[in-house]
């Protein structure tokens, strides 16, 4: 079956500092999403990008599904940033189901 | 509009007891998908249901069933329970089938004692 890495798989920072995160999968899909997860479990939609760039505020999103990877931008990070980061590849094989990478968790310093 | 309500929050039961797990999706959406969450890992599809049929099923052992009701909220059914089902269930709504946004509800904690 498809396989959906994400790296780094923990990341520290420093409140105003910028990461990347990269999500890599191993076959073509039909969509792609980000999610943040907060402490309570909460999955909260970050960018529904299947392909091509968004930006929403300090963060932006850019998928190449002919490369098979995404990658999320954070800038000026905050502690509220806190958190695990999912990327969820939607397949299209008869079911439209939602594949989840491995995550990252992120935490942000003060 | 309200977002997806998962009730209840919290559930403890114990090894064989049986759970029923709902949902409602956010008003106009027509498809509703169940994962189960444990801990460290993400999220694992379990069921999809859209327009009261279900559309796709994870690799999950038949105590797991589910059904989605003409309101199109749905509910999730685990039997016999083990130590092991515990974990965060979480219930994701979307417009249609496939290729469109999901949107994910609080989650129900279910703790097996």
């Known amino acids: 079956g498809i396989q959906v890495e994400q790296s780094p798989p923990d990341l520290i920072l420093q409140e105003g500092a910028n990461s990347t995160l990269r999500c890599n999968f191993s076959d073509s899909v039909n969509n792609l999403q980000w999610f943040h997860q907060n402490p309570w479990g909460q999955l909260i939609n970050l960018f529904y990008?299947?392909?091509g760039t968004k930006q929403n505020g300090r963060l932006s999103a850019t998928t190449v599904a002919t490369e098979r990877y995404s990658l999320l931008y954070i800038s000026s990070s905050q502690t509220t940033d806190s958190g695990v980061y999912f990327c969820a590849v939607e397949l299209n094989s008869g079911t439209y189901k939602y594949i989840f990478g491995t995550g990252t968790r992120l935490k942000v310093l003060a | 509009d309200a977002g997806v309500t998962q009730s209840p929050t919290h559930l403890i039961k114990t090894r064989g007891q049986h759970v029923t797990l709902r949902c409602s999706p956010i008003?106009?959406?027509?498809?509703v998908s169940w994962y189960q969450q444990v801990l460290g890992q993400g999220p694992q599809f379990i069921f999809q249901y859209y327009e009261k049929e279900e559309r796709g099923r994870g690799n999950f052992p038949d105590r797991f069933s589910a059904r989605q009701f003409p309101n199109y909220s749905s509910e999730l059914n685990v039997n016999a329970l083990l130590l092991g089902d515990s974990a965060l269930y979480l219930c994701a709504s979307s417009l249609f089938w496939g290729g469109n946004e999901q949107f994910f509800g609080p989650g129900t904690r279910l703790t097996v004692l």
């Open positions: 990008i299947p392909s």
């Open positions: 008003s106009g959406h027509k498809s």
